[in-house]
């Protein structure tokens, strides 16, 4: 049975001590088919993980908030995918970036560089400063580098053009307390834990419900590229959302609401765009999105329709409309677990063996 195959996976990996936990859940755009839980919150505390456990999505942030925010403001006409990145911040000058577009940050393909060289600074005043006066890596949509400060910077945009903070601007899109910033303090206690990394101020204790990307941690725990916390579960509705949209738009069919996307902010048109692969040479982004490519984290079966995103944490969603399938993996490798590229072929195999569920 797949579902077998794929927990079978998941405990190998905490076995091999690739993280202590993990929830999965696999889903269509009526429900779910399945979800189970692993493991315990950490390799110290062998409390048993749940289903309902939250877990800090990281980098899961940049397409399910800030890319749901930048879309939703250009549906309102408030902000275009053309518009040049100078037009919102002053700093942002030079021949070199002028060039630069919204779309262009959503594609990780205005020319910034993955991190800033030093220490991150104490204020968005700061962070925007250090941002917009970093050199470029390369010109614009010339290549494709994946860029924290590229979501941080469009983070700042959004909440701006959205005349709210960003937690605020994705709450009124999206309203679930399972899938937000800052986890309410009652469900601190239920947070899969992390550690800092050794660069990060706050080594040497124990991050529960609190951001585990220093930069984020910076900006107060909301941040464009980072900061999300969410269930697999939360994920997952996300996830049906999305799948129910793109249904009708492969019908060709008006948006009408639903019991699983009525809070949805994509009319069809805008979700396809969203998830077509950029033209910029050798990239496989899309808006806030990344597509399939059989080397990649999703595996090696999913259609070449496929797009998702991963977070350095250890979470994962993909999305494979032409199966009608979601697959959320949620781990806390962040918490004295393997490396990334180890966290990688744990999802590739996952993926792979759940291709026939």
């Given amino acids: 049975m797949p579902a077998d195959a794929a927990f079978g996976v998941l405990s190998e990996a905490v076995d091999a001590r690739t993280f202590p936990?993990?929830?999965?859940?696999v889903g269509d755009r009526a429900g779910v088919i399945w979800t189970d839980a692993i493991g315990?919150?950490?390799f110290d505390d062998r409390t048993p993980v749940a289903v309902d456990t939250l877990f800090d999505l990281a980098s899961l942030t940049k397409p399910l908030a800030t890319t749901t925010i930048a879309l939703a403001l250009v549906d309102a006409s408030t902000i275009r995918l053309d518009d040049a990145v100078a037009r919102f911040f002053p700093e942002w000058r030079g021949s070199d970036r002028e060039a630069a577009t919204v779309r262009?940050?959503?594609?990780?393909?205005?020319?910034?560089?993955a991190r800033l060289?030093?220490?991150?600074?104490?204020?968005?005043r700061e962070f925007e400063h250090e941002i917009c006066r970093i050199r470029l890596e390369y010109p614009p949509r010339t290549q494709s580098i994946y860029s924290d400060l590229g979501f941080i910077l469009l983070g700042f945009l959004v909440a701006d053009a959205s005349a709210a903070p960003l937690?605020?601007?994705f709450a009124r899109l999206w309203p679930d307390r399972l899938l937000a910033f800052r986890p309410d303090p009652d469900l601190r206690a239920r947070c899969a834990p992390t550690l800092p990394m050794?660069?990060?101020t706050r080594r040497g204790r124990v991050l529960t419900g609190e951001v585990h990307d220093n930069y984020a941690a910076a900006l107060g725990g909301v941040a464009g590229h980072a900061g999300l916390f969410g269930t697999a579960g939360s994920v997952g509705r996300f996830a049906r959302m999305l799948l129910n949209v793109w249904a009708r738009a492969a019908a060709g069919s008006p948006r009408t609401p639903g019991r699983d996307d009525?809070?949805?902010p994509f009319t069809p048109d805008r979700l396809l765009e969203m998830t077509t692969r950029s033209t910029v040479p050798g990239s496989s982004r899309a808006l806030g999105w990344d597509t399939m490519l059989p080397t990649s984290s999703c595996g090696t079966r999913m259609s070449s329709a496929a797009f998702g995103h991963v977070g350095f944490t250890g979470t994962s969603l993909w999305i494979d409309p032409p199966r009608d399938r979601y697959f959320v993996l949620l781990t806390n490798r962040a918490c004295g677990g393997g490396t990334v590229d180890e966290m990688r072929e744990v999802r590739r195999a996952f993926h792979d063996a759940l291709a026939d569920f």
């Avoid at 060289?117 to 968005?124: C, G, K, L, N, S």
């Fill in 21 to 25: 936990a993990a929830v999965a859940e």
């Fill in 40 to 42: 315990s919150r950490s």
């Fill in 104 to 113: 262009d940050l959503l594609e990780h393909a205005s020319g910034l560089p």
């Fill in 117 to 124: 060289v030093d220490p991150p600074p104490a204020t968005r």
């Fill in 167 to 169: 937690d605020a601007a």
């Fill in 198 to 200: 050794a660069q990060d």
């Fill in 262 to 264: 009525s809070a949805g």
